[in-house]
């Protein structure tokens, strides 16, 4: 079965400064989705970013960017220019590839991210 | 997003009774999964769909049932509630779309339902 570890309970960054979530995983698949999600305290779950395992280039959406290294299982989300309104909860998630699959997401248990101002 | 809604959106129960919550999409979604939310676990599968009257159990399944009679609502039934069901829920329809030449597939949640069982 697979798994997500996201190490780090907590984290804390300076507004305008660069932080970097750790996520890990592990599996025998060689084919999956990875995915970052952010849950401010409305509780809505906001996909961020996704990563297919088939892709080098590691995926950016304006300030988000991803650090996939496949070998070592890692994918890390990096924040660039830390605001006030990035201080919410981030997970982050797996999902197989593939028909045989159930097509549901596989989450780590969060990272709480503030910001200081 | 992505025209779903989860009803109700707070209920407070006693152990023992019966609860159902319904999610409901309009974007004719295949699939749909429900989650439930605890401190400390992240997010974990309960049941999911693969269509009309098709459904099967996820990680956490025990104390629930689910039912899909139309494609629009995906209804989770705890039939007699426990203090342990005590949860945040969330359904979530997969939803595909088109990334170049690729079909991309990615979930959207709900807005999510806090159920608390006294």
């Known amino acids: 079965a697979q798994t997500v570890t996201q190490s780090q309970p907590e984290m804390s960054v300076q507004e305008a400064e660069t932080v970097t979530l750790s996520c890990t995983y592990d599996?025998?698949?060689?084919?999956?989705?990875l995915f970052w999600y952010k849950q401010p305290p409305s509780r809505q779950m906001i996909l961020v970013i996704r990563?297919?395992?088939?892709k080098q280039q590691n995926a950016t959406e304006n300030r988000f960017s991803v650090n996939f290294q496949k070998a070592a299982k890692s994918f890390s989300l990096k924040i660039s220019d830390s605001q006030l309104g990035d201080a919410v909860m981030y997970f982050c998630?797996?999902?197989?590839w593939g028909r045989g699959s159930q097509g549901n997401l596989i989450f780590g248990k969060g990272t709480k991210l503030s910001v200081k101002p | 997003d992505a025209g779903i809604t989860q009803s109700p959106r707070h209920k407070v129960t006693e152990t023992g009774t019966p609860v159902t919550l319904r999610c409901h999409q309009t974007?004719?979604?295949?699939?749909m999964y429900w989650y439930r939310q605890d401190p400390g676990h992240g997010l974990r599968l309960i049941h999911y769909?693969?269509?009309?009257?098709?459904?099967d159990k996820g990680e956490v399944s025990d104390g629930y049932s689910v039912s899909r009679s139309k494609t629009e609502d995906f209804l989770l039934t705890l039939e007699s509630a426990t203090s342990s069901q005590t949860s945040v829920y969330f359904c979530?329809?997969?939803?595909?779309?088109?990334?170049?030449?690729?079909?991309?597939?990615?979930?959207?949640f709900g807005p999510g339902t806090r159920l608390t069982v006294t």
């Open positions: 979530a329809p997969r939803t595909g779309r088109l990334a170049g030449s690729d079909v991309t597939y990615e979930q959207y």
């Open positions: 974007e004719n979604h295949r699939y």
């Open positions: 769909s693969y269509g009309v009257k098709d459904t």
């Open positions: 599996t025998s698949e060689s084919d999956y989705y």
């Open positions: 990563q297919e395992a088939y």
């Open positions: 998630a797996y999902r197989s």
